[in-house]
């Protein structure tokens, strides 16, 4: 498996410096600066790639592998007239890229909203802060902030009720931060800011979109991209819908394991594959995650491994727990990987290593009263990483036979 680490560019408190220490290998970023729809040029990708790249001394280098993500424009996902502009832009992004080496390349279909959560302080028993979506405080955002329309008719009378009383709590702060948690976005997002009026414009957008048609949409779209990705050996990766549901009324295509079946039987192309955020998938209790990392092992080209605790009475709700203690076998997980590996390694793939990630760490120790992304501090990450690590090390020495019983354990307490 080869170690990456996600860097947001020049901006980023976690320095190429810092990430040097950790012992990754890779890198994941991306242009951040340059709108969605528009040409990342070989030479805003070459400077970026340089900031990586460049070392002095005896200093190891660093490789800029993964980029999390090329935007996909708001008219791709609509199927608006003109949009064959945007996506062949993509194209071109994709292509440069690819004649700079950068060959895995992440991307998503959300409409309209990127990752989303509730909470970016929420505190552990540790002491350390984590991230969290708690389902009743976006429902008081839905309802009674953002006042959508349909709204009503999605949530039971008690959830309505309850959703009321929560936000009657509210203070002026608590309404600002939520209402910015959700429509201005978090680090990494593929979406602009709004502010809440052009934030319910473009819901309202998505009025006759449902999944069906936004999965044309998508598949619109990789028509065209696959074959050019397949040229050039590049390898897309899909990251699911985060938190993996519809939401505020819009259709969510990339949240299971049959939505995977219907995208790989409709494009079988070798270049389409996943990004398997094990902590996103498993935000459902009905995602069993070795399972999916055994199905669909060959396509994945690139995986954030951090897990999710699901709250005991409503499933919907979550915080970000270790990434090795959280509802899922996350051990089984790195095996199925490994198994995926020497499958390929068997078969003369050359690009037979997995890229995988430590995802959104807690806030902890000297990060605690910075400014840091959120889920993007460092010392979280490197605890992160480093349990991943001597969890691949260890199964690394041992024998990775595929076992006869094909059902892994899922420790998952749904
Ligand atoms: C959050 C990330 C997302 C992800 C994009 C992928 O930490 O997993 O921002 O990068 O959704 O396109």
């Known amino acids: 498996m080869l170690e990456s680490w996600r860097w947001f560019g020049p901006n980023d408190p976690v320095t190429i410096n810092d990430i040097r220490q950790t012992g990754a290998t890779d890198i994941v970023s991306g242009l951040h600066s340059i709108p969605a729809g528009e040409v990342w040029s070989i030479e805003a990708i070459q400077t970026h790639q340089n900031l990586i790249e460049a070392t ?81 405080k976006f429902a008081a955002f ?57 934030f319910r414009r473009m819901l309202a957008n998505y009025k006759n979109i449902d999944s069906d048609v936004l999965r044309s949409h998508l598949f619109a779209f990789l028509e065209k991209v696959l074959p050019r990705a397949e040229k050039m050996g590049v390898k897309l990766a899909i990251h699911p819908d985060d938190p993996p549901r519809d939401m505020l009324g819009l259709p969510r295509i990339i949240c299971t394991a049959p939505d995977l079946d219907i995208l790989f039987n409709a494009h079988p192309s070798p270049s389409n594959g996943i990004t398997l955020c094990v902590g996103t998938y498993s ?106 690590r001597g969890v691949i090390r260890a199964l690394s020495s041992t024998d990775l036979t595929p076992s006869t019983d094909s059902t892994p354990v899922d420790t998952s307490n749904a």
Not at 113 to 128: C, E, M, V
Not at 178 to 195: C, D, F, R, V
Not at 338 to 350: C, F, M, N, T, W
Not at 352 to 378: A, W
């Open 56 to 136: 002095t001394g005896n200093l190891s280098k660093l490789t800029w592998s993964v980029v999390e993500s090329i935007p996909v424009h708001e008219d791709i996902k609509l199927g608006k007239p003109g949009h064959e502009q945007y996506i062949e832009n993509w194209i071109l992004s994709m292509e440069n890229l690819a004649k700079c080496g950068i060959k895995t390349i992440c991307y998503n279909f959300m409409p309209v909203i990127d990752w989303t959560r509730t909470d970016l302080n929420f505190q552990l028993p540790s002491g350390a802060y984590s991230l969290r979506f708690d389902q009743k």
């Open 283 to 388: 935000s459902r209790p009905d995602n069993n995650l070795p399972e999916m990392a055994k199905q669909f092992g060959s396509r994945i080209y690139f995986s954030h491994l951090r897990g999710v605790s699901r709250d005991k009475d409503e499933q919907r709700s979550f915080y970000e727990a270790s990434h090795l203690d959280s509802d899922i076998d996350m051990i089984s997980v790195v095996k199925e990987l490994l198994i995926e590996e020497s499958r390929r390694r068997k078969e003369g793939d050359i690009d037979n290593e997995i890229f995988i990630r430590p995802d959104h760490g807690h806030q902890m120790l000297d990060d605690i009263g910075k400014t840091v992304n959120p889920g993007y501090s460092g010392i979280g990450r490197l605890k992160g990483l480093a349990e991943i």
């Open 142 to 198: 839905d309802l009674y902030i953002l006042k959508r329309e349909s709204a009503a008719a999605e949530y039971s009378e008690s959830e309505i009720a309850e959703a009321k009383q929560i936000f009657d709590a509210f203070s002026e702060k608590e309404i600002t931060d939520l209402t910015n948690n959700i429509i201005a976005g978090l680090p990494g997002k593929m979406t602009e800011a709004y502010t809440i009026d052009d």
